[in-house]
């Protein structure tokens, strides 16, 4: 089944892959690897999904701006292959940032909305090296940040 099939399958429409907004390229292609920018928690209608993760929204609201980011990596790694993410040879690397309140300490458990969905769409080849880092603050009081890392073809 081609990634394309698998995004109708899970009922997934990629947003237009936003542009970058300062002075940054959207995503960088280095012989085989491809690196994507940051990718906010901005869904296809516009809406962030912002605040603390563990003060102002709960655990489940991170993980699902994990997934909302981990569309919008997809949809840069799409833009990034000429529309044709059968491409992608592995994501190799998730770096996730959460907007966290200073006693929450499951970062983990929210950037797993991001890491399983990824394994959703790609199967094996989505399964990557990971991190999953607090922070005080995003750009746009974002709840999450993924960077990441793929090869391509």
Same mark, same amino acid.
């Given at each position: 089944?081609?990634? *394309?099939?698998? @995004?109708?399958? @899970?009922?997934? +429409?990629?947003?237009?892959?936003?542009?970058? /907004?300062?002075?940054?390229?959207?995503?960088?292609?280095?012989?085989?690897?491809?690196?994507?920018?940051?990718?906010? &928690?901005? *869904? #296809?209608?516009?809406?962030? !999904? $912002?605040?603390?993760?563990?003060?102002?929204?709960?655990? =489940?609201?991170?993980?699902?701006?994990?997934?909302?980011?981990? !569309?919008? !990596?997809?949809?840069?790694?799409?833009?990034?292959?000429?529309?044709? @993410?059968?491409? /992608?040879? #592995?994501?190799?690397?998730?770096?996730?940032?959460?907007?966290? &309140?200073?006693?929450?300490? +499951?970062?983990?458990?929210?950037?797993?909305?991001?890491?399983? @969905?990824?394994? $959703?769409?790609?199967?094996? !080849?989505?399964?990557?090296?990971? &991190?999953? /880092?607090? #922070?005080?603050?995003?750009?746009?009081?974002?709840?999450?940040? %993924? /960077? #990441? %890392?793929? =090869?391509?073809?």
């Amino acid at each position: 089944m081609s990634v *394309d099939e698998n @995004l109708k399958k @899970l009922k997934i +429409d990629l947003p237009d892959p936003p542009a970058p /907004v300062g002075a940054y390229t959207a995503f960088k292609k280095i012989g085989k690897l491809l690196f994507i920018s940051g990718q906010i &928690s901005l *869904d #296809s209608n516009g809406v962030l !999904i $912002k605040g603390k993760v563990g003060s102002e929204i709960n655990l =489940e609201v991170g993980k699902k701006a994990a997934e909302t980011c981990c !569309i919008n !990596i997809v949809a840069q790694l799409k833009k990034a292959c000429n529309g044709n @993410l059968d491409k /992608v040879n #592995s994501c190799v690397q998730l770096a996730g940032y959460v907007n966290s &309140s200073d006693n929450f300490i +499951d970062q983990p458990k929210v950037i797993n909305g991001a890491s399983e @969905l990824m394994t $959703k769409i790609f199967g094996d !080849i989505g399964i990557h090296t990971r &991190s999953a /880092v607090s #922070s005080n603050s995003l750009p746009l009081g974002a709840a999450v940040e %993924i /960077v #990441s %890392i793929f =090869e391509i073809n």
